[in-house]
């Protein structure tokens, strides 16, 4: 037999729950057979309900749980033919020129490939680099713009480098 503090709760917060369940659920059907199951898992209760201060605060979050397993069974999955291909992500072209900046930073002189490799590869800010290599800050500026050139002259040079129309690096011959 049910208890009676159940099948008062029920007929209380029946037609507020069903109404919470339209609205998320579009087939009436479907939104009834959700609404059964909370019935059910308020059966399962029993005696246990009946202790329950606020039984349509109760009622509610197990709709919200019951809801969620509905979409997490109702989840539509499309099969993939086997034969699509998978889609690569290429590298951006200037990514590339990673292996070809590296060996064209090598032949670089000394003083420009200290500067580039402080200032730009590691992080170094210029005024530290000014103070380690007694070198003015406009110095250091001024060299590291000088070295950024003759690298990039080099690259551009050495691995083919072309530019699109917007000057964005579009492709290379890696060497």
């Known amino acids: 037999m049910t208890p009676k503090c159940i099948l008062s709760a029920w007929d209380s917060h029946q037609q507020e729950l069903r ?34 201060q606020n039984t349509r605060a109760w009622l509610f979050r197990v709709a919200r749980n019951t809801l969620t397993d509905y979409f997490r069974k ?17 590298k951006q072209p200037i990514v590339e020129l990673e292996t070809c900046l590296l060996r064209n930073l ?10 580039i490799e402080c200032c730009d590869l590691s992080g170094q800010n210029q005024q530290t680099y000014a103070l380690h290599h007694n070198l003015t800050l406009s110095a250091v500026k001024s060299r590291l713009l000088r070295a950024r050139k003759k690298l ?18 579009c492709c290379h011959v890696p060497r």
């Open 74 to 90: 109702k989840k539509n999955f499309v099969a993939l033919s086997a034969d699509l291909a998978l889609e690569t992500n290429p």
């Open 19 to 52: 109404a919470f369940l339209l609205l998320r659920i579009n087939d009436p059907h479907e939104a009834d057979d959700v609404l059964q199951e909370i019935f059910i898992k308020l059966l399962l209760q029993s005696h246990a309900f009946c202790g329950v």
């Open 152 to 169: 990039r002259d080099r690259i551009i040079l050495n691995c083919s480098v072309r530019f699109d129309e917007d000057n964005k690096v």
């Open 106 to 115: 090598a032949d670089l002189p000394d003083d420009d490939r200290s500067v």
